[in-house]
């Protein structure tokens, strides 16, 4: 019971995100490209997030002279 609820959630998500983008206009193939493109587009901004952001912030930090 639990897992159907969940699963139609997700169904409705999906379906949500497919209008919004309106992606519901292109074809299966074009659409896997555009996914495919936005999840690397967005795995690339999280990782250079991750590795360059604490260096930022030191940096600021440094300025500032909040830290030594």
Known sequence: MAFEDA???ISWLY???ILVTALY???P???AIFNSILISVAGMAVYT???FMP???MA???YFEMVQ
């Open 7 to 9: 699963w139609k959630k």
């Open 15 to 17: 379906y949500q995100y």
């Open 25 to 27: 206009m292109l074809e």
């Open 29 to 31: 193939w074009e659409r």
């Open 49 to 51: 997030g991750y590795v």
């Open 55 to 57: 260096q930022h912030i």
């Open 60 to 62: 600021i930090l440094q």
